[in-house]
């Protein structure tokens, strides 16, 4: 759309003499903009007043503040869409933004507070909850630092080199339970980001020839480049060898395939394929932008290009989906909200594409499945959804 087009758009909202089309057209530029991220608004000094005032006669659902600054706006839009992938509207449902006053708003499931733990040489588990922040817990070679309130610090002491040679290597376990995230920072200097519902097990020290991790889960990886030792992540039956790079591994063991998503640099990942009676291993390398799905029943092993931002959206607090199934979408939600999901008759048969934020309370999210006629009870903890 052109700038002169758009300020025509928007004087048309503001002098409240618009049609339903130019209602939709603005709605949907404005919305394809969020979502691609395509940089600052044209003219962006001049028409942000303007486009704050509009905003607000948008047909939302559930603001409760407004939201000042393209790059906020963006980021929120862009995860507060909700849409059926066969419709040609655009439902804008504001389920992130947070109320100045704090958390008036929040249902008993915004998120549930469960034990996040370590387990040191798979006998001493730590409750992270009871560690306060700054504090270190010291065990064998390894010393273990929580900086924040959702972040771990693992450091060799004494240095690696030493170490190595005169303690052996203590496994740890970082649990993270439903409704919660974590960072830690392994002895090599990788960081690694925990989604809900994932466990990470790694030994304190490094091997001499290689670094290896073990993943049930979703993680997202920022691994330390060093072409002596690759970086290897074992999810399941897949490997994936790293020298240095971004990338994301989902393996849960309720999905139907595990998925590693390239961000940038490069990786291989190996898979067992079973062919006319007989069992091999498959290598394939990746390259940023494209994604592995391996079939937990042997079989499937593609790699295709995908929109790897949408693969991270969880690392910034959002629930994404794209043209996605409602069980899967479920799925997700039962391990965020702590919730069980079960079926009374078929599963819908319908496929979504936008996203929640994290911190949205249950209570809005059920609103979304009222909203397309989706009917359900919630008894306690277990959502039941209806059949069409």
């Known amino acids: 759309m052109q700038k002169r087009q758009l300020k025509k758009l928007l004087n048309k909202y503001r ?22 991220q395509q940089g600052p608004l044209p ?28 790059t906020t706006i963006r980021r929120m839009a862009a995860a507060a869409v909700v849409v059926l992938a066969a419709s040609i509207s ?17 249902s008993r499931y915004t998120a549930a507070a469960h034990e996040v733990y370590i387990l040191l040489d798979d006998s001493i588990k730590v409750n992270l909850d ?6 270190s817990v010291e065990y064998g070679a390894v010393r273990i630092r929580k900086t924040t309130d959702q972040t ?20 740890n376990v970082v649990n993270v339970p439903k409704a919660k995230q974590y960072d830690v ?33 979703e993680a997202y990886f920022e691994v330390v480049r060093d072409a002596a030792k690759p970086f290897h992540v074992s999810a399941g039956d897949v490997d994936i060898k790293v020298l240095g790079t971004r990338f994301n591994v989902s393996a849960y063991d309720d999905e139907h395939h595990i998925k590693t998503t390239l961000l940038s640099g490069s990786v291989q990942v190996t898979a067992p394929q079973h062919t006319a009676g007989a069992s091999a291993s498959v290598s394939k390398i990746l390259k940023p932008g494209q994604q592995a799905t391996v079939s937990r029943q042997p079989g499937t092993f593609d790699v295709s290009p995908v929109n790897a931002d949408e693969a991270i959206a969880w ?17 997700k939600v039962a391990r965020w909200y702590d919730i069980e999901v079960v079926y009374d008759g078929s599963i819908p048969k319908r496929r979504f594409t936008g996203g929640i934020s994290k911190k949205a309370p249950l ?24 059949q069409d």
Do not use: C
């Open 15 to 36: 002098r409240g003499i618009y049609s339903e089309a130019d209602r939709t057209e603005l709605e949907n530029w404005y919305l394809y903009h969020a979502r691609n």
């Open 43 to 70: 003219d962006e000094q001049t028409i942000e007043e303007d486009l704050d005032e509009v905003w607000q006669r948008l047909p939302v659902h559930g603001r409760r503040a407004v939201v000042r600054g393209w």
């Open 90 to 106: 655009l439902l804008v449902l504001w389920m992130v933004v947070r109320s100045p006053q704090g958390n008036d708003a929040v």
């Open 130 to 135: 009871s560690v306060n922040v700054g504090e």
């Open 152 to 171: 771990l610090i693992y450091e060799v002491v004494p240095p690696p080199a030493e170490a190595a040679a005169a303690t052996p290597a203590v496994m």
């Open 185 to 217: 920072l392994l002895p090599d200097g990788s960081k690694v980001k925990l989604n809900s519902f994932s466990t990470i097990r790694f030994p304190s020290v490094f091997g001499v020839d290689k670094r290896e991790v073990v993943l049930k889960g």
């Open 315 to 331: 690392v910034d607090g959002f629930i994404s989906f794209n043209n996605t199934d409602l069980e899967a979408i479920m799925r």
């Open 363 to 386: 209570n809005e999210l059920l609103q979304v499945l009222g909203i397309y006629n989706i009917d359900y009870d919630m008894l306690g903890d277990k959502l039941i959804i209806k």
